[in-house]
T-cell receptor, first 117, second 114 residues
Framework: EAGVAQSPRYKIIEKRQSVAFWCNPI?????LYWYQQILGQGPKLLIQ????????DSQLPKDRFSAERLKGVDSTLKIQPAKLEDSAVYLC???????????????FGPGTRLTVT | AQSVSQHNHHVILSEAASLELGCNYS??????LFWYVQYPGQHLQLLLK??????LVKGIKGFEAEFIKSKFSFNLRKPSVQWSDTAEYFC????????????FGIGTKLQVIP
């Protein structure tokens, strides 16, 4: 089966500019995640979608970050305006959903490496 | 809230040496535990997982991990490492129920010297 697709793979922007990342999950996966991975740290969950609804965005800096998942399939993550500290790899992951309380594993895309100068 | 601690941030081993990477989690209830691996230039991928049952879990490429509930630990082991095991390893935990937010550790970079 095809994996999680992300684009672009690399992006360099200046601070205060805007940027958008795209993710296409594995077909049939209802749950989609966006993570931020800063160099030297583990992935940090930014937002989690169940179909096209948000179930966790507690760590999303909502003053500058936004995400949507129209039609419950692919998703975009936007940063506007970007700050230097947003330099990181942005990972998208997806998983099947077997109902609350059941266990699952996540499949990750290649990530987008963002550099803010 | 759940959290994960990985004690070794950078490990250097010679080929054929044994490996043990420490992982401790903080959460009072039932947990699911994972080890993910990221080889250079590749995606983050699942190495092994513990959901329930036998606390000794075997994964791909000869890796295994043991869940010790009393110690809140899920250490990763491999008896004899190879140069191709050079990668970054992440321990992760989630609590079953709800929408199962996964929390990752900081990661351990393993360098295997031929």
């Amino acid at each position: 089966e095809a994996g999680v697709a992300q684009s672009p793979r690399y992006k360099i922007i200046e601070k205060r500019q805007s940027v958008a990342f795209w993710c296409n999950p594995i077909s049939g996966h209802a749950t989609l995640y966006w993570y931020q991975q800063i160099l030297g740290q583990g992935p940090k969950l930014l937002i989690q979608f169940q179909n096209n609804g948000v179930v966790d965005d507690s760590q999303l800096p909502k003053d500058r970050f936004s995400a949507e998942r129209l039609k419950g399939v692919d998703s975009t993550l936007k940063i506007q305006p970007a700050k230097l500290e947003d330099s990181a790899v942005y990972l998208c992951a997806s998983s099947t959903y077997r109902g609350q309380g059941n266990s699952y594993e996540q499949y990750f895309g290649p990530g987008t490496r963002l550099t803010v100068t | 809230a759940q959290s994960v601690s990985q004690h070794n941030h950078h490990v250097i081993l010679s080929e054929a040496a044994s490996l043990e990477l420490g992982c401790n989690y903080s959460y009072g209830g039932t947990v699911n535990l994972f080890w993910y691996v990221q080889y250079p230039g590749q995606h983050l991928q699942l190495l092994l997982k513990y959901f329930s049952g036998d606390p000794l879990v075997k994964g791909i490429k000869g890796f295994e991990a043991e869940f010790i509930k009393s110690k809140f630990s899920f250490n990763l082991r491999k008896p004899s490492v190879q140069w191709s095991d050079t990668a970054e390893y992440f321990c992760a935990v989630n609590a079953p129920g709800g929408y199962q937010k996964v929390t990752f550790g900081i990661g351990t970079k393993l360098q295997v010297i031929p």
